[in-house]
């Protein structure tokens, strides 16, 4: 079974702390992703990565970053954070470059900044 | 947006009976796939149909596509208590590889 796992399950942080997000698979996995969830809204992708220190922004990248370093590990990292990333963030991995590849979920990170 | 949108927003129904979501779309797609998430947790992947493809099934879930609606459809049969949740579609665009869009999600509420 693939197993996406996700440093913490729940997380408080104050406005202008940097906040790391930290995602690993065990499947080595090709493909690596950050979404936010909000109610109403769906999950957004924030960025993804499709190799080791590769990535491509997704629709919302503003006001975070990323990092790749190794295959199985993908950070997300908020800079100076702001009380409007208070979210639920999921990472996902998905298998090499076929369309009909599927994406494998985390448990989520519920993010709150104060 | 590019997002597809789920409807209804919720549903509640009765064990053992049948439960139709829907869910439409903006662009053309490679794929749309079908995900269901236990409150506060992960999603899980139910099932992907391809754009070529018109219906699919999985154990208690039929998935219909019609490309020229752009709407896709979740049937999960016989329902049960275990089956609340919340059920995403989600896209992936033609030549846009990894690009996923989610809507908003139907959330179910099956009572025992």
């Known amino acids: 079974d693939v197993k996406v796992t996700q440093s913490s399950r729940y997380l408080v942080k104050r406005t202008g702390e940097k906040v790391f997000l930290e995602c690993v698979q065990d499947m080595d996995h090709e493909n690596m992703f950050w979404y936010r969830q909000d109610p109403g809204l769906g999950l957004r992708l924030i960025y993804f990565s499709y190799d080791v220190k590769m990535k491509e922004k997704g629709d919302i990248p503003e006001g975070y970053s990323v990092s790749r370093e190794k295959k199985e590990r993908f950070s997300l990292i908020l800079e100076s954070a702001s009380t409007n990333q208070t979210s639920m963030y999921l990472c996902?991995?998905?298998?090499?470059?076929?369309?009909?590849?599927?994406?494998?979920f985390g448990p989520g990170t519920r993010l709150l900044v104060l | 947006s590019q997002q597809g949108e789920e409807d209804p927003q919720a549903l509640s129904i009765q064990e053992g009976e049948n439960a139709t979501m829907n869910c439409s779309y903006k662009t053309s797609i490679n794929n749309l796939q079908w995900y269901r998430q236990n409150s506060g947790r992960g999603l899980v992947h139910l099932i992907l149909?391809?754009?070529?493809?018109r219906e699919k099934h999985s154990g208690r879930l039929r998935v219909t596509l019609d490309t020229s609606k752009k709407s896709s459809s979740l049937l999960i049969t016989a329902s049960r208590a275990a089956d609340t949740a919340s059920y995403f579609c989600?896209?992936?665009?033609?030549?846009?590889?990894?690009?996923?869009?989610f809507g908003s999600g139907t959330k179910l509420n099956v009572k025992p």
């Open positions: 149909i391809r754009s070529n493809e």
């Open positions: 996902a991995s998905r298998q090499g470059t076929r369309f009909q590849e599927t994406q494998y």
């Open positions: 989600a896209t992936e665009r033609e030549n846009n590889f990894n690009k996923f869009y």
